[in-house]
T-cell receptor, first 112, second 118 residues
Framework: SAVISQKPSRDICQRGTSLTIQCQVD?????MFWYRQQPGQSLTLIAT?????????ESGFVIDKFPISRPNLTFSTLTVSNMSPEDSSIYLC?????????FGQGTRLTVV | AQTVTQSQPEMSVQEAETVTLSCTYD???????LFWYKQPPSRQMILVIR??????QNATENRFSVNFQKAAKSFSLKISDSQLGDAAMYFC???????????????FGEGTQLTVNP
């Protein structure tokens, strides 16, 4: 299966600033997904990203807050904008290849 | 919409023994995939096992096996000869096999934290 390198692995940010998380896949994938995970809890889908089109956001998530780029079939970024302490969480990217889904290592974000 | 339920927030097992993690799901679809993922403290989500709904035979991967009951919408994971490295959060997940459905996203259960005691 493919391997996703996700950066940064963790960060501590000031409120009001933005952080961009990057995911690089070692092979082409049709779809990429971005999830948020509170510690000890399940994964919540933020959006689905396809190449060449705008991301599709889930209820409760908006593009202004979580802009996503997908410039090609091996790369995607998620930006967490105008951060507040409520955005402190783990963010994971995922890629779909045939029937398999695989994940990056996650980014632990702390907003202070 | 599909839902996935894991009713056991925490489970523990003695090393070398067997443990079963429960998962139920709700769907109106006939064709779908079910997965068990393992998430250790490193946060890396690792695929443990996969089951296609159209297959009657239960999937097996070494010490991991599932009991898939389609009519009951149940998908439990059995871990045999438990090892210390099996300690992790385990998530059950559902994905539609229908191409037009919601971009093929995964729907996750709440997770079961497994502790393995030496």
């Amino acid at each position: 299966s493919a391997v996703i390198s996700q950066k940064p692995s963790r960060d501590i940010c000031q409120r009001g600033t933005s952080l961009t998380i990057q995911c690089q896949v070692d092979s082409q994938v049709t779809m990429m997904f971005w999830y948020r995970q509170q510690p000890g809890q399940s994964l919540t889908l933020i959006a689905t990203a396809n190449q060449g089109s705008e991301a599709t956001y889930e209820s409760g998530f908006v593009i202004d807050k979580f802009p996503i780029s997908r410039p090609n079939l091996t790369f995607s970024t998620l930006t967490v904008s105008n951060m507040s302490p409520e955005d402190s969480s783990i963010y994971l990217c995922s890629g779909k290849q045939l029937t398999e889904a695989f994940f990056g290592q996650g980014t632990r974000l702390t907003v202070v | 919409a599909q839902t996935v339920t894991q009713s056991q927030p925490e489970m523990s097992v003695q090393e070398a023994e067997t443990v079963t993690l429960s998962c139920t799901y709700d769907t109106s679809e006939s064709d779908y995939y079910l997965f068990w993922y393992k998430q250790p403290p490193s946060r890396q989500m690792i695929l443990v096992i996969r089951q296609e709904a159209y297959k009657q035979q239960n999937a097996t991967e070494n010490r991991f096996s599932v009991n898939f009951q389609k009519a009951a919408k149940s998908f439990s994971l059995k871990i045999s000869d438990s090892q210390l490295g099996d300690a992790a959060m385990y998530f059950c997940a559902y994905r539609s096999a229908e191409k037009e459905t919601s971009g093929s996203r995964l729907t996750f259960g709440e997770g079961t934290q497994l502790t393995v005691n030496p």
